[in-house]
């Protein structure tokens, strides 16, 4: 059997219709007002071998976590030219190999083909070596939603990330443990989050987000020319990694300190 016949099979069996979320991402979508709604979707617009496979297609709670965590990290949306919808990309170094094979097992019923290594070449030699791991999803409407929420949008070009106004009510307990493991790093009992993409003002709202949801203190720094970082003192990294510790994963345990990363090889 295909890839593709497998992913329609699967998806026929366990879930052929959009599920209402949690109360949380329920309000965070307003439905009325989505790109559209997967069953009244113009058709005529995806690959007729796609379409069982898009009507099928559910963003589960935890698929919506772990993309909004990316979105927050590494991971990145695209439209294209002359594309309707967006796809997701997450994409790491190769020792984080476990970690994006994770992401994949999570969001497979959206992504077409396995993870695959991505290859670049010496300036100088021209030789090529393996840089990464990487995959990306099928386009659909309710991943061009978070793209709408997430980017500045000009036409077909996806432009700067923004933070939503209502981060409050999205970033949960899951998204966060994949934020920090994307960009988080762990050194002197603290957790330090790379947040280079993000304006001051969009800093402070983070900050806020955090704190009024899981009462974490963050601070921030300015790291030369390269933006800002969030980073919590060494008490407010103990309450932070015992709200997100059920979340990581193994290979990134030393994100928050509880492996050595020499151990791990990540």
């Not at 965070?28 to 099928?56: C, E, F």
């Not at 970082?229 to 990694?241: D, H």
């Amino acid at each position: 059997m295909s890839r593709l016949n497998q992913l329609i099979t699967e998806k026929a069996i366990s879930q052929v219709r959009v599920k209402k979320y949690t109360k949380d991402i329920k309000s965070w979508y307003n439905y009325g007002d989505m790109v559209n709604t997967v069953g009244s979707y113009q058709t005529r617009y995806w690959h007729k071998n796609l379409i069982p496979l898009k009507q099928a297609v559910v963003i589960t709670p935890l698929q919506h976590s772990i993309i909004i965590g990316s979105l927050l990290g590494d991971g990145t949306m695209r439209l294209g030219k002359g594309a309707r919808n967006a796809s997701f990309k997450t994409e790491q170094g190769l020792q984080q190999k476990t970690y994006v094979f994770w992401k994949y097992l999570h969001l497979k019923p959206l992504v077409l083909t396995e993870p695959k290594i991505s290859y670049r070449y010496q300036h100088d030699t021209k030789e090529k070596y393996e840089k990464s791991w990487w995959f990306r999803t099928i386009r659909h409407p309710l991943l061009t939603e978070i793209c709408y929420r997430f980017y500045k949008i000009n036409g077909h070009c996806v432009g700067k990330k923004i933070i939503p106004r209502d981060i409050h009510d999205i970033l949960t307990p899951m998204a966060l443990a994949v934020w920090i493991m994307d960009d988080g790093s762990y050194n002197g009992k603290k957790i330090d989050i790379s947040t280079y993409a993000f304006t001051l003002s969009e800093i402070h709202l983070l900050q806020k987000c955090i704190e009024k949801r899981y009462g974490v203190e963050m601070k921030y720094y300015r790291d030369r020319n390269k933006g800002y970082r969030l980073y919590c003192n060494q008490k407010e990294t103990a309450k932070l990694v015992n709200i997100i510790n059920p979340y990581v994963i193994d290979s990134m345990k030393y994100k928050i300190g509880l492996v050595n990363p020499v151990t791990t090889g990540s």
